[in-house]
């Protein structure tokens, strides 16, 4: 590798194809919430559900297949909020946040290396799972932290409801 000084020097750089991940919401303003077991870090967290981007694959297919792969949901309504790099400092992944609304049950088609569990949760609660560090993955505390911070968010505010 090429240092913007000129000089060189030896780097391990993983290379990813992009993965997307998805804020599902309810009718009711709840969370479309998953629960795995990571081995990488030998442990089930909580996260948003999200996936790795096939060959050739359009980024909102790509959302809608994985919600419905891994939650049974799919999504009539989808937008892209924004992109970001996972971990720069090694990994090229660039991960697209979707917001998913107006979702249609259908049956759960996850992968046969997969096992999910799913919950629908109010922000307000996985608000505070990020502060008790109950979720610790990094995409999903993003996730949820852009949408209480934009504008989406003021529709499913539990407060404006009371």
Known sequence: VKLPDGRETERE????PGAVVILALTDDGKLVMIRQF?????????ELPAGTV???????????????EETGYYPRKIKK???????????NERLTLFLAEDLEERSKNEDADEFIQVKNLKISEVLKMIKGNVIKDAKTII????????IEY?????????
Not at 13 to 16: D, G, K, L, Y
Not at 38 to 46: A, G, H, I, K, S
């Open 81 to 91: 909020l924004l992109s970001f790099f996972s971990t720069p400092g090694f990994c």
């Open 54 to 68: 096939e060959e050739g694959e359009d980024l909102v297919r790509c959302a809608k297949r994985e919600l419905e």
């Open 38 to 46: 990571r081995e990488p870090v030998n442990e089930v967290l909580w």
């Open 13 to 16: 750089i993983v290379e990813h």
């Open 154 to 162: 003021t529709v499913y505010s539990e407060e404006r409801r009371s």
């Open 143 to 150: 996730g949820i932290l852009y949408l209480v911070s934009s």
